[in-house]
């Protein structure tokens, strides 16, 4: 059966949301202590005190998918705008949540919003290495996948979205090569597109997001689009899922750096053939970035698969634990003319 965009937008929200709530509770774990902890966790739970989202309730989403919800919310304020200005104002509007800022927020964004705020940092001291190696980091893929939806299918207009929102805190080749593939990859299941042409599509947003990248500040690290052939290739070529959770972990580290954790989060796409639930799920219990992962995944097989792949309890506690209208919101985004500068 046909899937009508405005499910794929809905898919790709919800995706994204569950996946962040599932993962929350995880993060920073081994895939062992994990499954000591709780077993192989399938269902919401209420992060414990010694994680990054302490104090959330079940269900409860954290700077993954919040991040994107104020984006696209403060888009849909300006009327379908997507510029510099709005960016900006997203990430203050997201950081009026002062427990967000403090619990979530990564010291590159951090000292952005800061800046936006009037607040100058007080300057190092002392020994500065010659690159801030840190802000290739999975900062703008992970927020970018539900905005990415904003295109509605249109390569080019997706690509200048998650250069105009990822840039200012992640301008560096590695961040905008990650939020590239993630946002080209949203952009290419909106169109209906298979699985293979998904990650195909994943990977020319690498190629072209690290060129976007290269205007802003020198970073050290990998290849992306290099790091996301392997662990793809590794996700096919693995018995199961589960075979591959282990081998990915193994190569790649799964932390917050972006060429570690969004290589494996296509690679267990492509372990799990496109199931979404399978594949949010194995990221969310595969150790260390565990919600990020899992809102990547999530994000781009949502839209791939459309909400109905999506248990309705799932949709109602996502909703009723974060204040949220996510079909209503689908629903908007659709119908909005977006103009990008």
């Known amino acids: 059966m046909e899937i009508s965009l405005k499910d794929r937008i809905a898919g790709c929200l919800i995706g994204a949301a569950y996946g962040d709530a599932l993962g929350a509770p995880t993060e920073n774990r ?3 202590q994990i499954f000591e902890k709780w077993g192989y966790v399938q269902e919401f739970l209420a992060p414990p005190e010694d994680v990054f989202a302490r104090g ?12 994107a919800y104020v984006t696209i ?5 300006a009327e379908g705008r997507v510029n510099e200005e709005v960016a900006k104002q997203a990430l203050l509007e997201w950081a009026k949540n002062e427990r967000f ?7 590159t964004s951090k000292k952005f919003i800061n800046r936006l705020r009037g607040i100058d940092a007080t300057e190092q001291k002392g020994f500065e290495p010659v690159n801030d190696n840190r802000r290739a980091s999975n900062g703008g893929a992970m927020k970018i996948g539900p905005v990415a939806c904003m295109g509605k299918g249109n390569t080019g207009k997706t ?3 998650a250069e105009i929102i990822c840039f200012p805190t992640h301008g560096n080749p590695i961040a905008m090569s990650a939020a590239c593939a993630v946002a080209n990859a949203v952009c290419s299941a909106l169109k209906g597109n298979d699985l293979y042409q998904i990650l195909q599509d994943a990977l020319d947003g690498a190629e072209k997001g690290e060129k976007i990248g290269e205007r802003g500040a020198v970073v050290a690290g990998p290849s992306m689009k290099k790091r996301l052939k392997i662990a793809i290739a590794m996700g096919i070529s693995s018995e ?21 954790s969004v290589p494996v989060s296509f690679g267990l796409m492509a372990a799990a053939e496109g199931d979404a639930l399978q594949a949010i799920e194995a990221a969310a219990n595969i150790g260390n970035d565990t919600d990020t992962m899992a809102t990547i995944v999530g994000a781009v097989l949502g839209a791939y698969r459309g909400k109905d792949v999506f248990p309705e309890r799932v949709l109602k506690r996502l909703n009723e634990a974060n204040g949220y209208d ?3 919101l689908a629903e908007q985004m659709e119908n909005v003319t977006v103009t990008v500068r």
């Open 73 to 77: 919310q403060e888009i849909l304020k």
């Open 240 to 260: 199961n899922v589960s075979d591959a959770m282990d081998i990915l972990r193994k190569y790649f580290d799964c932390s917050g750096m972006a060429a570690d």
């Open 56 to 67: 959330n309730a079940a269900g409860q989403v954290t700077d993954d998918f919040s991040m």
């Open 30 to 32: 081994t895939r062992e």
């Open 101 to 107: 800022l403090e619990q979530f927020a990564g010291p």
């Open 326 to 328: 996510l079909e209503d």
């Open 159 to 161: 690509l200048k979205i």
